[in-house]
């Protein structure tokens, strides 16, 4: 009898590409037979606070949190440069506020003022915004699809885009404020981490090793069988113009996330170091990558 894994990924272009293979059984799962629980990553996060999936996709503003219970897996993280969440709006506001030129993220911002809608209070979108602009507090959480909207309808003054939703906004008439990747590589010059694939803990050794292997082969089975995967990417994605989801697979699916290497590692480190130091993530265990 082969055994269940519960795997929590996301409807967006970039986990059903990387997922697709492995759920459908397009490629040898070794004894292993998975129930996928496609949920937006906030919804995600929050599942795994309470320890229910065993292996899901975090956010790395959750991670801090849940890591007594989970370890980061080497295959099927989303990093990259040039990828990160935007800040939109529909009016034309400063990054700064004329009274404080010169002065760094976060001083007398014009964004201090600002209604913004987040899409969760634990995705790395928030983790970022919160260490930039750490006077920005009036926040309204909300899915990540719906954020635009808002915007567009003026029920908020901003908002924290992510996933597709980058190559859309312009068509509809909004304006980037502020890109939370730009001023992570001005600051820290290192990839930027967005999210991961865990695995519970007291797995045993060998299943956490199996699971790494095998979202590696889903991953290299969908670059090498692309026409064989796109159906299940089209079917989940928010946005179904062919080429918005190949540009969301293209920026986020990537070599990290076929195996983090030492620059992948050191970067996840220095982000969840920089949450803890600005006291918005707990402190880490000594390990958290899978071995």
Partial sequence: MNRKIILGFSPCPNDTFMFCALVNGMIDCEGLEFEPVMEDVETLNRKALNTELDVTKLSFGVYARV????LILNSGSALGKNCGPL??????????SPLSPGEGPGVRSDIDKLKIAIPGKFTTANLLLSIFFPHAKNKTEMIFSEIEN???????????IIHENRFTY???????IADMGELWEEKINAPLPLGCIAVKRNADTGLQRKMD???????RFAFDHPEKVMDYVKKYSQEMDRHVMQQHIDLYVNEFSLAL???????????????NETGLLPQIP??????
Wanted: proline share 0%; glycine share 6%.
């Fill in 67 to 70: 890591a007594k219970n989970y």
């Fill in 261 to 275: 290497n030492s620059a992948g590692k050191k970067a996840i480190e220095l982000l969840l170091k920089k949450g």
């Fill in 213 to 219: 292997s095998l979202i590696n082969k889903s991953i």
């Fill in 170 to 176: 312009q068509q509809k008439g909004l304006k980037k």
């Fill in 87 to 96: 800040l939109i709006s529909k009016k034309d506001y400063s990054l700064f």
């Fill in 286 to 291: 000594n390990s958290v990558f899978v071995s």
């Fill in 150 to 160: 808002a915007v567009l309808n003026e029920r908020v003054d901003a908002g924290l």
